[in-house]
Nanobody, 122 residues
Framework: VQLVESGGGSVQAGGSLRLSCAASDYTFGQDCVGWFRQAPGKDREWVAGTYIDARSTYYADSVSGRFTVSQDNAKKTVYLQMDRLKPEDTGTYYC?????????????????WGQGTQVTVS
């Protein structure tokens, strides 16, 4: 059972990236899936969260209007489309799942984490 992120890379400011979070031997069901990021020397911060079943999504103010979460249930994959990237978006991005479908925001509620993928914006 694991989540596997991919799609990170280096991009210039104003560019775009799409991250993927694929579930292996796991079905999201009624989970909340969250995206977090961590810059060097900083705490891991919440970026966005989506309730898979309800298809309702919430975003941090810092990314609202630039980032979009989508899902492909057949592929058991959740995506984070990141547009108009800024240098302050740089960090390691993680997806995580909360089977309990809690707040979809609090880091401690998420019990399955991916390994992370690096995003660098220059």
């Amino acid at each position: 059972v694991q989540l596997v992120e991919s799609g990170g890379g280096s991009v210039q400011a104003g560019g775009s990236l799409r991250l993927s979070c694929a579930a292996s031997d796991y079905t999201f069901g009624q989970d909340c899936v969250g995206w977090f990021r961590q810059a060097p020397g900083k705490d891991r911060e919440w970026v966005a969260g989506t309730y898979i079943d309800a298809r309702s999504t919430y975003y941090a103010d810092s990314v609202s209007g630039r980032f979009t979460v989508s899902q492909d249930n057949a592929k058991k994959t959740v995506y984070l489309q990141m547009d108009r990237l800024k240098p302050e978006d740089t960090g390691t991005y993680y997806c995580a799942a909360d089977r309990g479908g809690g707040t979809c925001y609090l880091k401690d509620e998420f019990n399955l984490w991916g390994q992370g993928t690096q995003v660098t914006v220059s």
